[in-house]
């Protein structure tokens, strides 16, 4: 089989960061976000994670505009919207365990938002203490912004404490 070109294959999400290596991955919204979302580029995005295999992809903007397009490229989604007034420790005892039955059943996740910001972040930073990958809020926050490139802000912060007071992952 020949190999496939370099449009092929699609180009990276923008601030596309590993968590867990091929396991565990978050960037922005494929096409970007806001005045910046550009069409071609949404398209080019999707069939970059088409190709390396992530399924599903979970979505957690308040919208769900365009994520038909997903299904239009053959890339399975979730939408979990993460609305500006959500309840965390709802929102979490959702997510969290969704998630770790994605990643033990051996599936390749990807989360985005509508940009890497705390959203995401925080949602990171409560997995690996909910998960309990690490013991205590300071090192996940810490391990957090080290891999993610970013501070964490108050909404991200919180969404630790409230994963900390959470029963642990089974």
Known sequence: ??????????????????????????????????????????????????EQGFSPVISIVASPANLHNYDELGVTWVHRPFGNHE???AYLSAFLPELKALIT????????????????????GAYLVWSRILPDGPQAIALTEKLLERQLGPLGREMVAVALAMPPAQ
């Open 1 to 50: 089989m020949a190999a496939k070109g370099k449009w092929a294959q699609g180009i990276q999400p923008r601030n596309f960061k590993w968590v867990m290596n091929d396991v565990l991955a978050v960037c922005e919204r494929p096409g970007g976000y806001g005045v910046n979302h550009r069409r071609v580029r949404r398209q080019e995005e999707i069939i970059w994670v088409r």
């Open 87 to 89: 309840d965390l420790t």
């Open 105 to 124: 059943s051996r599936h390749k996740v990807l989360v985005h938002g509508e940009e890497l910001g705390d959203r995401i972040s925080g949602l990171v």
